[in-house]
């Protein structure tokens, strides 16, 4: 066989289910190759940029790696945003890239430049494939580096001769191992520490959103009353509902979940990446009694120099603090009041104008109270990114672990569209609703195409003030104007239909829920477009100012 043949061949040995791309002539042999799989599905989409956020997104939900492919050159530059976002996010992900042939890469050549030091900077790892009797070993590899915590991007070139030459090798067996578990020790030592402590808080972290590590998490927060404040990315790893959920944390400007942050005597990190939210923010007088546990050790910071880490199974760590609270003969004891307040203050604010029946615009808050309203425990909600980014990081909370995917590690516009195609392709049972604002979402808009083609159910809700909202608003906190920030948009109604999408204006708070349900119920992708009240964002930033903490 050729060594494209073995190249998918070793893909479908390490159950790769789909690859999402735009093909060129310097991948032909591998799309060929790829053409006779009966396991992977090859998704052809408009842009290589919406493929990356694709893959990225089939991780995120599954844990498991998808492919995406781009040829040489502009090809593979297309790529690189959404694999720099997947990386940032911790989302296994493989990059196919073609390139030129071997004999032609030494010299100034037709679309040539080198792809692979391009892309060592936004993945694990990163390399080509010079002979075809390395291929078993190298898709080996790059499974297992990209799927390894933490999980990230790994990118793989094949040359077009390369790709042509015989080979007679197989594919390597794909063997798994258990991942390493924090020190005995170490554990004694966090758990003497926590015994001592009286107003102990968890941040949970990106890493908290892995499924087993959830269900330890909430063990330990129910056999303790600890609460937890959750990053934009670990939404949904306790339930909302739970006494414990301080809900989320991670403006810039002090939120209400901070008083409970500055009223601790230990804070206990879990998965927390500082990519997401920097421990300036919660602890720029370090001063913090601070415990690191993670499945590595904590990035070097002044302001994040832990007293106590556990390396290892972030999951396996939580198993074995509750094992040790099982065999405490009286229960631990702390003054939780001031959480009980907060997330008092916050659970009235997140209501605050849910009862809303403006008109002409519709205030962020009653959109996503709506949206909850609509939306079961299990469905999934991508946020892009801009202005509305903030608003679902603090008002959309979740039930369960991977129901609000936001990118918050590298934060690319652009993500939400792509990636709601992915999620309606891992979940076709689950209501997906994407929402985006007006910038963001003509970024990818081409792959609605991609989405209609592929009759995907999904709803895209954009909230649309005809501006960069999120730019304007930090502009305004610093100099008090901004520049102009403002642009044109489509009609909304007839871009819909040119796409052959349902398309949806809703101008009165009172009809959106009933609106965004029948999005849920029709057949096939369905656009809804909100004019937006991004008054607020100034009024939420005068309110954060004079935010006072009692402690």
Same mark, same amino acid.
């Given at each position: 066989?050729?060594?494209?043949?073995?190249?998918?061949?070793? %893909?479908?040995?390490?159950? #790769?289910?789909?690859?999402?791309?735009?093909?060129?002539?310097?991948?032909?042999?591998?799309?060929?190759?790829?053409?006779?799989?009966?396991?992977?599905?090859?998704?052809?989409?408009?842009?290589?940029?919406?493929?990356?956020?694709?893959?990225?997104?089939?991780?995120?939900?599954?844990?498991?790696?998808?492919?995406?492919?781009?040829?040489?050159?502009?090809?593979?530059?297309?790529?690189?945003?959404?694999?720099? +976002?997947?990386?940032?996010?911790?989302?296994?992900?493989?990059?196919?890239?073609?390139?030129?042939?071997?004999?032609?890469?030494?010299?100034?050549?037709?679309?040539?430049?080198?792809?692979?030091?391009?892309?060592?900077?936004?993945?694990?790892?990163?390399?080509?494939?010079?002979?075809?009797?390395?291929?078993?070993?190298?898709?080996?590899?790059?499974?297992?580096?990209?799927?390894?915590?933490?999980?990230?991007?790994?990118?793989?070139?094949?040359?077009?001769?390369?790709?042509?030459?015989?080979?007679?090798?197989?594919?390597?067996?794909?063997?798994?191992?258990?991942?390493?578990?924090?020190?005995?020790?170490? #554990?004694?030592? #966090?758990?003497?520490?926590?015994?001592?402590?009286?107003?102990?808080?968890?941040?949970?972290?990106?890493?908290?959103?892995?499924?087993?590590?959830?269900?330890?998490?909430?063990?330990?927060?129910?056999?303790?009353?600890?609460?937890?404040?959750?990053?934009?990315?670990?939404?949904?790893?306790?339930?909302?509902?739970?006494?414990?959920?301080?809900?989320?944390?991670?403006?810039?400007?002090?939120?209400?979940?901070?008083?409970?942050? +500055?009223?601790?005597?230990?804070?206990?990190?879990?998965?927390?990446?500082?990519?997401?939210?920097?421990?300036?923010?919660?602890?720029? +007088?370090?001063?913090?009694?601070?415990?690191?546990?993670?499945?590595?050790?904590?990035?070097?910071?002044?302001?994040?120099?832990?007293?106590?880490?556990?390396?290892?199974?972030?999951?396996?760590?939580?198993?074995?603090?509750?094992?040790?609270?099982?065999?405490?003969?009286?229960?631990?004891?702390?003054?939780?009041?001031?959480?009980?307040?907060?997330?008092?203050?916050?659970?009235?604010?997140?209501?605050?104008?849910?009862?809303?029946?403006?008109?002409?615009?519709?205030?962020?808050?009653?959109?996503?109270?709506?949206?909850?309203?609509?939306?079961?425990?299990?469905?999934?909600?991508?946020?892009?990114?801009?202005?509305?980014?903030?608003?679902?990081?603090?008002?959309?909370?979740?039930?369960?672990?991977?129901?609000?995917?936001?990118?918050?590690?590298?934060?690319?516009?652009?993500?939400?569209?792509?990636?709601?195609?992915?999620?309606?392709?891992?979940?076709?049972?689950?209501?997906?609703?994407?929402?985006?604002? +007006?910038?963001?979402?003509?970024?990818?808009?081409?792959?609605?195409?991609?989405?209609?083609?592929?009759?995907?159910?999904?709803?895209?809700?954009?909230?649309?003030?005809?501006?960069?909202?999120?730019?304007?608003?930090?502009?305004?906190?610093?100099?008090?104007?901004?520049?102009?920030?403002?642009?044109?948009?489509?009609?909304?109604?007839?871009?819909?239909?040119?796409?052959?999408?349902?398309?949806?204006?809703?101008?009165?708070?009172?009809?959106?829920?009933?609106?965004?349900?029948?999005?849920?119920?029709?057949?096939?992708?369905?656009?809804?477009?909100?004019?937006?009240?991004?008054?607020?964002?100034?009024? %939420?930033?005068?309110?954060?100012?004079?935010?006072?903490?009692?402690?």
């Amino acid at each position: 066989m050729k060594a494209s043949d073995l190249m998918v061949k070793c %893909l479908e040995e390490e159950g #790769i289910e789909y690859i999402f791309g735009v093909p060129g002539e310097e991948n032909a042999d591998f799309m060929m190759s790829l053409e006779k799989s009966k396991q992977i599905r090859f998704i052809l989409t408009r842009h290589e940029q919406g493929a990356a956020f694709m893959a990225e997104i089939y991780g995120r939900l599954t844990g498991n790696p998808a492919g995406c492919l781009g040829t040489l050159g502009p090809g593979a530059t297309n790529l690189i945003t959404g694999v720099a +976002d997947s990386n940032m996010d911790r989302a296994p992900m493989l990059v196919l890239t073609g390139q030129g042939a071997s004999t032609r890469l030494h010299k100034e050549s037709h679309q040539v430049m080198d792809v692979v030091q391009m892309f060592k900077p936004v993945t694990k790892w990163a390399t080509t494939i010079w002979h075809p009797e390395n291929i078993p070993e190298i898709v080996r590899k790059a499974v297992r580096v990209c799927r390894t915590e933490k999980p990230g991007a790994v990118h793989i070139e094949l040359p077009e001769d390369i790709a042509k030459l015989a080979i007679d090798k197989m594919p390597l067996p794909v063997r798994k191992f258990r991942r390493p578990v924090p020190d005995d020790k170490a #554990i004694d030592r #966090i758990y003497d520490c926590l015994k001592k402590a009286k107003r102990p808080i968890i941040i949970a972290g990106n890493g908290c959103i892995r499924r087993r590590a959830s269900k330890q998490l909430r063990i330990f927060c129910e056999q303790t009353g600890i609460g937890v404040v959750s990053t934009f990315m670990a939404k949904g790893c306790v339930d909302m509902n739970a006494p414990y959920c301080l809900y989320t944390i991670g403006l810039g400007a002090k939120d209400i979940p901070a008083c409970a942050v +500055d009223a601790a005597d230990l804070v206990i990190c879990l998965g927390y990446d500082m990519v997401e939210y920097h421990p300036k923010l919660w602890n720029n +007088d370090r001063t913090k009694s601070v415990i690191h546990i993670d499945f590595l050790p904590a990035e070097i910071d002044e302001n994040y120099h832990p007293q106590l880490e556990a390396v290892g199974d972030l999951a396996h760590a939580l198993w074995m603090l509750n094992e040790r609270l099982k065999k405490e003969p009286t229960p631990l004891s702390f003054d939780l009041s001031q959480q009980k307040t907060t997330r008092e203050d916050m659970s009235a604010e997140l209501a605050k104008h849910k009862d809303d029946k403006t008109e002409g615009s519709i205030r962020p808050q009653k959109v996503l109270w709506d949206v909850r309203k609509v939306m079961g425990p299990h469905d999934i909600l991508l946020s892009d990114v801009g202005a509305h980014k903030m608003w679902i990081a603090r008002h959309f909370q979740c039930n369960e672990p991977n129901t609000c995917l936001i990118p918050n590690g590298f934060c690319s516009m652009g993500f939400a569209l792509p990636g709601a195609l992915a999620a309606a392709l891992v979940h076709p049972d689950r209501n997906i609703l994407a929402i985006c604002g +007006d910038a963001g979402f003509m970024m990818n808009v081409q792959e609605m195409e991609t989405a209609r083609r592929l009759n995907l159910n999904l709803t895209v809700m954009v909230w649309a003030d005809n501006a960069y909202g999120l730019i304007a608003w930090k502009q305004d906190n610093e100099f008090g104007r901004h520049t102009d920030l403002s642009f044109g948009n489509p009609d909304w109604l007839q871009l819909a239909s040119a796409f052959d999408w349902r398309g949806h204006l809703v101008d009165k708070a009172e009809n959106l829920e009933n609106t965004l349900q029948q999005c849920f119920n029709e057949p096939g992708p369905s656009l809804l477009v909100i004019p937006i009240d991004y008054r607020e964002n100034t009024l %939420l930033t005068q309110r954060l100012g004079e935010l006072t903490c009692s402690i």
